[in-house]
């Protein structure tokens, strides 16, 4: 069967400082074959049909304060039907990854993001995202014991959060006579817990991360002579978490340690 991906586009831009518009538009992923060795071992699991996605949005973007904010919005709603998500399976201890398909999934989400510009040189930003997408009904697939419920009506869907949020700080300031400029930076990130499976002797397992909060901060100097050098400081907090779901020990992600550093760089 053809698969379309249709899209349409309202927009209305009743100054240079101010858009809105509405969307309708839609997406697929084909379908595919489990890996050979989910084939041979866990041949219950079906090969995986293809998705699709219709995506209803309304959003605005601009600038107020003759130019000292600026702002992005946007509010969504998804319907995603037989979509595709992951599943580990546990294969005499060794985990392969497989995929299979819901019923269905839908729900509402948003994004924002503003900058404020509040002096010369000085930009204060953040975003934020928020994604109300679940599953309509439950994930059911075959094995040698019998039917597993993989997930239950109401979860959210594999590996995606609900939350994503980030700050930011950049200051450039002059420094002396010879054309320097001092800059501060830094960055703030979080994203809330995300869930997986794993089909392990029969039987489904539900695995979840940590939610990482990460802090990086620099200030250096910028020549007109194209090098600029640096005092960073990476995961300030020095948080220690586990960000990917740990199906397997293979998954046990973590961040780098608090890591204090010089950089220098040089562009020609």
Known sequence: EAQRSPRAVITWLPSRKFTAYASYSQGFRSGFNQSPTIIRSAPGIPPVKADRLSNYEIGAKGSLLDGGLTFDAALYYIDWKDIQQNLNVDIDGVVFAASVNGPKASGFGADLALTAHPLEGLDIGGTFSWNGLDLAGPIVTQTAAGPVTLYNKGDRLAFSPEYTASGFLD?????????????????????????????????????????????????????????TASLYVENIGNWNGITQPPTDISQEYRMRPRTVGLQFEFRY
Request: proline share 7%; no cysteine.
């Open 171 to 227: 200051y450039r300031f002059p420094v002396g006579q010879a054309g320097l400029k001092g800059v501060l930076s830094g960055s703030l990130t979080y994203r809330s817990k995300i869930p997986a499976r794993l089909l392990a002797a029969g039987a489904a397992r539900y695995f979840i991360s940590d939610d990482p909060l990460l802090a990086r901060g620099s200030i250096g100097l910028e020549s007109p002579d194209n090098w």
